[in-house]
């Protein structure tokens, strides 16, 4: 491994290497443990997505409270006059092209926009975006195509003087296709896009030791698991609930590589069954995985093996097992297409997928997952809050087993869980101050002790000791 002299991660923990198999990435210079802040970075250039455009500022990406509207395109919106006049530099071009086509760009012509703005601003800037990779060849015909169409777009939006030539800009499409971030909010719910050179040499891996989270459009690298010395540092590109031929897919698609991960490897073995694709075993006592009738050789209609954890006798008909798994699969599909227009018709094709997958798929299978955060997101607007503590709760047995310990995901499930608790009639509080102490513990690692959705679970947990010391008195 070769170390690149790269100064703009000005981190006395990581530097920057390159290798045959991964081409660049960050490593470790010295131990770092969990919670440990690693890097943080401003975007390049960012844009709130085109659903909540109208919801958060475009100058802070602050989410909430009243916001000013652009006055001239009704499009752009802002938490303060002093982020509205920050922002000018890059809105007022992008602003006449509004009023004048009367249509709003979506989200990655906007971004391109702003980051082509900013080259013209600083010009010294921008070798941080052209050291990207773009892997332009990779791409198929039809997206480079598209690419192309967007090009005439991003003409129409900004100064003439800001464009680069057609096959840069189509190297720049490629660019930002690859390397670009979505913003979360505080529950890891994507309302942004933006770029972030630095932080783009991360990585990918299926069991990742650091995490990417936000404040606003601050974005920081935090450790969540021991790192070594000359560790790499890496993050997940993709769904880690996802099955590994569908993570590995969805990695080839995007971002041209097949995943060697641990995590993807551990598979490759009959004896190690992926849980996102197993059925339950059929003792409901337990909580095995077992072989699905995809992997089984091809021909075999009836399957029979004995689990190995509580020894029951499985027996499955792997042609019903398939058939159960499709009709789940289309009531699940009809349900999601439902889900803007009638959210209890909804909900009845979500419950009849529940119902077959529930007694057939493991705990932790991607379909019953998806299934369970469904449902769970319906009780919620619903406010049936012990249909939704039902699904919370068997979403974190879930997320037990498909996150470490410290990932985000399972920390702020737990914390939605203690809210619907708080919300339930007859208040269990010796329960939602145990949740609310677990949550805590893993947002502090993941988030940090400094971060306000971090300081906000702290609270909850205050006013719940508060409550429960009242009780017992």
């Given at each position: 491994?070769?170390?690149?002299?790269?100064?703009?991660?000005?981190?006395?923990?990581?530097?920057?290497?390159?290798?045959?198999?991964?081409?660049?990435?960050i490593?470790?210079?010295?131990?770092?443990?969990?919670?440990?802040?690693?890097?943080?970075?401003?975007?390049?250039?960012?844009?709130?997505?085109?659903a909540?455009?109208?919801?958060?500022?475009?100058?802070?990406?602050?989410?909430?409270?009243?916001?000013?509207?652009?006055?001239?395109?009704?499009?752009?919106?802002?938490?303060?006059e002093?982020?509205?006049?920050?922002?000018?530099?890059?809105?007022?071009?992008?602003?006449?092209?509004?009023?004048?086509?009367?249509?709003?760009?979506?989200?990655?012509?906007?971004?391109?926009?702003?980051?082509?703005?900013?080259?013209?601003?600083?010009?010294?800037?921008?070798?941080?975006?052209?050291?990207l990779?773009?892997?332009?060849?990779?791409?198929?015909?039809?997206?480079?195509?598209?690419?192309?169409?967007?090009?005439?777009?991003?003409?129409?939006?900004?100064?003439?003087?800001?464009?680069?030539?057609?096959?840069?800009?189509?190297?720049?499409?490629?660019?930002?296709?690859?390397?670009?971030?979505?913003?979360?909010?505080?529950?890891?719910?994507?309302?942004?896009?933006?770029?972030?050179?630095?932080?783009?040499?991360?990585?990918?891996?299926?069991?990742?030791?650091?995490?990417?989270?936000?404040?606003?459009?601050?974005?920081?690298?935090?450790?969540?698991?021991?790192?070594?010395?000359?560790?790499?540092?890496?993050?997940?590109?993709?769904d880690?609930?996802?099955?590994?031929?569908?993570?590995?897919?969805?990695?080839?698609?995007?971002?041209?590589?097949?995943?060697?991960?641990?995590?993807?490897?551990?598979?490759?073995?009959?004896?190690?069954?992926?849980?996102?694709?197993?059925?339950?075993?059929?003792?409901?006592?337990?909580?095995?995985?077992?072989?699905?009738?995809?992997?089984?050789?091809?021909?075999?209609?009836?399957?029979?093996?004995?689990?190995?954890?509580?020894?029951?006798?499985?027996?499955?008909?792997?042609?019903?097992?398939?058939?159960?798994?499709?009709?789940?699969?289309?009531?699940?599909?009809?349900?999601?297409?439902?889900?803007?227009?009638?959210?209890?018709?909804?909900?009845?094709?979500?419950?009849?997928?529940?119902?077959?997958?529930?007694?057939?798929?493991?705990?932790?299978?991607?379909?019953?997952?998806?299934?369970?955060?469904?449902?769970?997101?319906?009780?919620?607007?619903?406010?049936?809050?012990?249909?939704?503590?039902?699904?919370?709760?068997?979403?974190?047995?879930?997320?037990?087993?498909?996150?470490?310990?410290?990932?985000?995901?399972?920390?702020i499930?737990?914390?939605?869980?203690?809210?619907?608790?708080?919300?339930?009639?007859?208040v269990?509080?010796?329960?939602?101050?145990?949740?609310l102490?677990?949550?805590?513990?893993?947002?502090?690692?993941?988030?940090?002790?400094?971060?306000?959705?971090?300081?906000?679970?702290?609270?909850?947990?205050?006013?719940?000791?508060g409550?429960?010391?009242?009780?017992?008195?």
């Open positions: 491994m070769e170390t690149l002299k790269i100064s703009k991660i000005a981190n006395k923990k990581v530097c920057v290497k390159t290798c045959e198999s991964s081409g660049r990435g490593y470790a210079m010295q131990k770092i443990s969990p919670g440990d802040l690693i890097i943080q970075d401003t975007p390049y250039a960012a844009v709130v997505d085109d909540n455009i109208s919801v958060a500022c475009s100058g802070c990406f602050s989410k909430g409270g009243r916001l000013l509207c652009c006055s001239s395109c009704n499009v752009i919106h802002y938490c303060s002093e982020c509205q006049r920050k922002d000018r530099p890059y809105h007022q071009h992008e602003c006449k092209s509004f009023v004048k086509h009367k249509r709003t760009p979506p989200a990655s012509i906007r971004l391109i926009c702003r980051i082509l703005m900013h080259r013209m601003n600083d010009l010294a800037s921008f070798k941080g975006i052209e050291d990779q773009s892997n332009r060849i990779m791409f198929k015909q039809e997206q480079i195509e598209t690419f192309a169409q967007m090009c005439m777009v991003v003409r129409e939006c900004i100064s003439q003087d800001a464009l680069l030539s057609a096959s840069e800009m189509l190297d720049l499409f490629c660019r930002m296709t690859e390397n670009s971030f979505s913003i979360l909010d505080e529950e890891m719910i994507a309302f942004g896009v933006g770029i972030y050179p630095n932080v783009s040499l991360l990585n990918h891996s299926c069991r990742p030791n650091c995490v990417v989270i936000f404040e606003k459009s601050k974005l920081m690298v935090r450790c969540i698991e021991p790192i070594n010395n000359d560790q790499e540092l890496v993050i997940n590109y993709v880690l609930s996802l099955p590994v031929e569908e993570r590995r897919k969805e990695l080839q698609k995007q971002y041209f590589f097949w995943c060697h991960c641990d995590s993807c490897e551990l598979f490759k073995s009959k004896d190690n069954i992926d849980p996102r694709s197993a059925l339950r075993c059929q003792n409901y006592k337990c909580s095995n995985a077992i072989e699905p009738p995809s992997s089984l050789d091809l021909g075999i209609e009836e399957y029979t093996s004995t689990c190995k954890i509580c020894s029951h006798n499985i027996h499955y008909d792997v042609v019903d097992v398939e058939k159960r798994i499709s009709k789940s699969l289309q009531l699940y599909e009809k349900g999601t297409n439902l889900r803007d227009q009638d959210n209890l018709q909804a909900m009845t094709y979500f419950k009849q997928a529940f119902e077959i997958q529930n007694k057939l798929l493991h705990m932790a299978n991607y379909n019953l997952v998806s299934t369970h955060k469904a449902l769970f997101d319906i009780y919620c607007n619903l406010k049936n809050w012990p249909e939704a503590l039902s699904h919370s709760l068997a979403l974190i047995d879930s997320y037990r087993i498909l996150y470490s310990r410290t990932h985000p995901l399972l920390g499930q737990i914390y939605t869980t203690a809210r619907i608790y708080m919300s339930m009639d007859n269990d509080i010796c329960k939602v101050v145990e949740l102490r677990e949550a805590l513990k893993i947002l502090e690692i993941s988030y940090g002790f400094k971060h306000p959705f971090t300081k906000m679970v702290e609270m909850n947990l205050w006013d719940a000791h409550e429960l010391n009242s009780k017992k008195c």
